[in-house]
Antibody
């Protein structure tokens, strides 16, 4: 059974940093591109980052470019999102999802709150 | 960026009725490999999104055949025949052809 389990949720102050993890199981993680998507409270879904299966390419939404970094460790079946210079507008539920443009499996999400 | 225009924003339907949700993209979603990466997702209350349909019309495993997807190029439709109580939630279209990937604004389905 495919499972994606995010962790790292919390409350942080504006300007600070935070790192999210997404542990994958039930499939060969190193064969799949992976995405991060977020959802601000009571709002719609926003794609924020994609990483290829071998980390050869990474893409970001303009809203996070230069502040967030997507990475992965295929030996640990883990996807990461390092978030710097956090702003109040980054407050959201963050989801990881498998498979490039196909988004076939999603994690349960973790809440990130940026507030002073 | 590709803009996904999804309508209507909300629907209120009785059990057993049929509904359609439209999603129009600002540019063709046909990829260089000739596939069209248009997905439909359902976010049930308090849950993470779940994919129902991919590549316009292909149903995910376990999705009832009451759900169907159609369309091409820039114009897509999700149809739910014989709505059931478990279908309530917010439906999103999502294009996975062009980066940045983009979502429709969502359609909230309520049961009368």
């Amino acid at each position: 059974e495919v499972q994606l389990v995010e962790s790292g949720e919390g409350l942080v102050q504006p300007g600070s940093s935070m790192k999210l993890s997404c542990v994958a199981s039930g499939f060969t993680f190193s064969n799949y591109g992976m995405n991060w998507i977020r959802q601000a409270p009571k709002k719609g879904l926003e794609w924020i980052a994609l990483i290829y299966y071998d980390s050869s390419s990474k893409y970001y939404a303009d809203s996070v470019k230069g502040r967030f970094t997507i990475s992965r460790d295929n030996s640990k079946n883990t996807l990461y999102l390092e978030m710097n210079s956090l702003r109040s507008e980054d407050t959201a539920m963050y989801y990881c999802a498998r498979s490039g443009g196909l988004f076939d499996y999603w994690g349960q999400g973790v809440m990130v709150t940026v507030s002073s | 960026d590709v803009v996904m225009t999804q309508t209507p924003p909300s629907l209120s339907v009785a059990i057993g009725q049929s509904v359609s949700i439209s999603c129009k993209s600002s540019q063709s979603l046909v990829a260089s490999d000739k596939n069209t990466y248009l997905n439909w997702l359902l976010q049930s209350p308090g849950r993470s999104p779940k994919r129902l349909i991919y590549q316009v019309s292909k149903l995910d495993s376990g999705v009832p055949d009451r759900f169907s997807g159609s369309g091409s190029e820039k114009d897509f439709t999700l149809k739910i025949s014989r709505v059931e109580a478990e279908d309530l939630g917010v439906y999103y279209c999502l294009q996975g052809t062009h980066l940045p990937f983009t979502f429709g604004s969502g359609t909230k389905l309520e049961i009368k």
